[in-house]
């Protein structure tokens, strides 16, 4: 089995609470903080000691199943689920236009400031123009208004032609994911990450996940990712 497919089983031996655990804690560095909530509430789930933990658990809310999850064991699922989501991808996935478009923003926040910047004015411009046509057809330019119409189709083409120029001008940023397609290559570019950047990596494609309360005691001492943990992925949408 490779490391990736390792990551990606989802199924870990856990310590019980007591065991000793190896790994640092330290509740605000953990990669899934404000990612992470309770299945049964969607409240957050931050660290709390050891575990990732519903918040109804701090008291001042009721939650049915109030979640908890020991973190170093949720943590290797995702990045498992993560790691195989993009290396099986196929170059046409939706998926990898999201996380090129992030990817870019991270790492080249200049030029994609600039390029969001002028994909906004294009479509406050859209926008502007789709009222001037909808008040015209409602009425709103007949008699004496009318002389308003066109000083006003004439002001709002030409912001919309100055917003094409500009986005056309800025050519787009090239990126560079390849390095996130290929297994070895993404498992070794996770593991020489810190850990903020881990935390940013995972934020490429993921928008949050859910993690139902284990049912039984087999279930907290035998994490099953594949049973408790349903992760949303990031869409062009939210692009």
């Excluded at 870990?12 to 790994?23: Q, Y």
């Excluded at 290797?76 to 993560?82: A, D, E, I, L, S």
């Excluded at 996380?99 to 294009?122: N, Q």
Aim: with cysteine; proline share 4%.
């Amino acid at each position: 089995m490779s490391a990736a497919s390792s990551y990606a089983s989802g199924v870990c031996e856990v310590p019980l609470l007591g065991d000793t655990i190896g790994e640092n804690l330290d509740r605000t560095v953990r990669r899934l903080t404000d990612l992470i909530r309770c299945a049964a509430c969607n409240r957050a789930a931050p660290m709390m000691s050891s575990s990732y933990t519903c918040m109804s658990t701090q008291g001042g809310s009721t939650c049915l199943a109030p979640a908890s999850v020991y973190a170093p064991a949720v943590e290797r699922y995702v990045v498992g689920r993560w790691l195989d989501r993009l290396t099986s991808a196929d170059p046409e996935d939706p998926i990898l236009v999201v996380v090129a478009d992030r990817w870019g923003a991270l790492t080249k926040p200049a030029e994609t400031a600039e390029i969001e910047e002028a994909r906004a004015a294009l479509k406050a411009a859209e926008a502007q123009m789709e009222r001037l046509l909808r008040d015209r057809r409602k009425g709103l330019y007949e008699g004496p208004a009318a002389r308003f119409f066109e000083p006003a189709w004439q002001d709002v083409n030409r912001d919309m032609e100055a917003a094409r120029k500009t986005l056309k001008a800025t050519g787009g940023v090239t990126v560079d994911i390849s390095f996130l397609m290929e297994p070895e290559m993404a498992l070794e570019a996770w593991e020489a990450a810190d850990t903020g950047m881990r935390r940013d990596l995972l934020r490429l494609a993921i928008v949050g996940l859910t993690v139902a309360k284990a049912k039984t005691t087999h279930d907290r001492a035998r994490f099953d990712g594949d049973r408790r943990v349903k992760i949303r992925w990031a869409t062009v949408e939210e692009v």
